[in-house]
């Protein structure tokens, strides 16, 4: 239990790591490539998805940490 409160940030930060991965790999492939108004959304839409999860996680954490 010890060794999961040390990396719980190491925990939150992997899926963000595999997210950008991914998406970077859908960027060199040609996915904005083609200048449509729907990919680009798609890529926006994700991206503030991702981060607006990536906030509520962190603050949900250091909420628990300092109640």
Do not use: E, W
Not at 10 to 28: E, G, Q, R
Request: hydrophobic share 60%; aromatic share 14%.
């Amino acid at each position: 239990m010890k060794l999961l409160k040390r990396f719980r940030f190491v925990i939150i930060l992997l899926p963000l790591a595999i997210f950008i991965s991914f998406l970077d790999k859908k960027i060199i492939s040609g996915f904005l490539a083609t200048n449509q108004i729907p990919d680009h959304y798609l890529f926006i839409g994700s991206l503030i998805v991702v981060i607006s999860v990536l906030i509520f996680t962190v603050l949900r954490f250091d909420k628990n940490i300092n109640p």
